[in-house]
C-alpha cells in the first residue's frame, strides 16, 4: 500500500469525518488534467470534478467551483450566478487558500474557509471523482454528498 503524503491525509480525514464511503486512492499516474485523471480512473471526463479556484475582484477572497471536467467556466455567467466578477486564482493564492498545488486541488480540507459553489452538470453521474490533495490522488463521491458536505450551492457553469 502507497503511504499517503500529508495533503492527501488531510483529505481522507475530511473524508471519515463526513461519514463518507469514499477513500483516498493514490494513481500508478499523475493526474494534473481531468482528462488524465478520466483515462486513468477508465471513466467519462464529465464524472471528474474540476476544483477551480477564483478570486472575488472586489472582495479579494478565494471562491471555489466544482466544474465538470467536460465543462468550462464561463466566467461571465457564472460570476451573476455567484453575485460577484470572478478572477482567476494564481498559483500562489492556489496553495496559499487551500493548501493543495494546482492539478491536485481537492474540495476538501482548505486551510481557508471559502464559499463553494458546484456545477449542475455533475448531477448527472451516480458518482464522481476528485482530486485528493495530490495530482497522483482522487476519491469517488455522489454528486448530493459533495454538495451536502461542502455546503457547496447549485449553479449552471457553461
Do not use: C
Request: charged share 25%.
Amino acid at each position: 500500500m502507497t503511504d499517503l503524503r500529508q495533503s492527501e491525509l488531510r483529505v481522507a480525514a475530511e473524508l471519515a469525518r463526513h461519514e463518507l464511503p469514499g477513500t483516498v486512492t493514490v494513481l500508478d499516474q499523475l493526474a494534473t488534467t481531468a482528462q488524465m485523471a478520466a483515462d486513468a480512473l477508465g471513466i467519462e471526463i464529465g464524472r471528474i470534478v474540476k476544483s477551480l479556484l477564483f478570486v472575488g475582484v472586489e472582495t479579494g477572497e478565494p471562491i471555489m467551483v466544482l466544474v465538470s471536467g467536460a465543462n468550462r467556466v464561463h466566467e461571465r455567467r457564472t460570476s451573476r450566478q455567484i453575485g460577484q466578477k470572478l478572477g482567476r486564482a494564481d498559483a500562489d493564492l492556489v496553495r496559499e487558500a487551500t493548501g493543495f498545488a494546482i492539478g491536485g486541488v481537492s474540495p476538501f480540507g482548505h486551510l481557508k474557509p471559502m464559499s463553494i459553489y458546484i456545477d449542475e452538470d455533475l448531477f448527472s453521474h451516480a458518482t464522481v471523482w476528485a482530486a485528493a490533495g495530490n495530482a497522483r490522488s482522487v476519491f469517488e463521491i455522489t454528486p448530493s454528498d459533495l454538495e451536502r458536505t461542502t455546503g457547496a450551492k447549485r449553479i449552471v457553469v457553461t
